[in-house]
């Protein structure tokens, strides 16, 4: 792990203790997974497209190591590092892109990644201040940006960011709806 990596890495453990602490989210597994989240980023293009093809991941993953590296760690911390717990697992895998129906965990390792504080964008203020009165809305907020991002410079945008912000719009309306 690089320097800059790992203060990224101790800083995001941070945020999602702090998370944690705030949503009632288990401690040990919100630091477990922050830990290993990014556990592949360092690693090689090259060595990153041998995993995909070894461990039969879509194709997409080729050359992509800003996706691939969440959907190896996962499997990998599985497989050779016996974290069993799916939840965390989870966490780690959809730490990039959010997915429809996130658990709190998967939220905040993803929240945790977009606003620890060496993270800096435009928006992100409102993001962070969000952060401490509304998991959702922060999330929320969070895939928005990450989706405008994409848009306006012509990338790849995953569908799983699509889906995690139209599954949270729909379940906060949901609990608006019963809160009424
Ligand atoms: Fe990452
Ligand atoms: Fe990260």
Known sequence: MTEKRRIHTYAVVEEARKLSRRYGEDMEKA???????DFFRGVSET?????????????????????????IAAVILEREYDIKDQDILNAVRFHTTG???????EKIIYLADAIEPNRS???IEEIRELAGQDLDRACLASL???IEYVNCRGLYLDQNTVMARDSLINSMERKEKTNE
Not at 31 to 36: R, T, V
Not at 99 to 105: D, E, F, P, Q, T
Request: aromatic fraction near 6%; include cysteine.
């Open 31 to 37: 630091e477990l997974a922050a830990l290993c989240h």
């Open 121 to 123: 964008y435009p928006g």
């Open 99 to 105: 997915r429809a129906n996130m658990s709190r965990l």
């Open 144 to 146: 928005e940006h990450s």
């Open 47 to 71: 060595s990153l497209n041998g995993y995909v093809r070894q461990l039969a991941l879509a194709p997409v993953y080729l050359n992509n190591a800003n996706l691939a590296h969440s959907k």
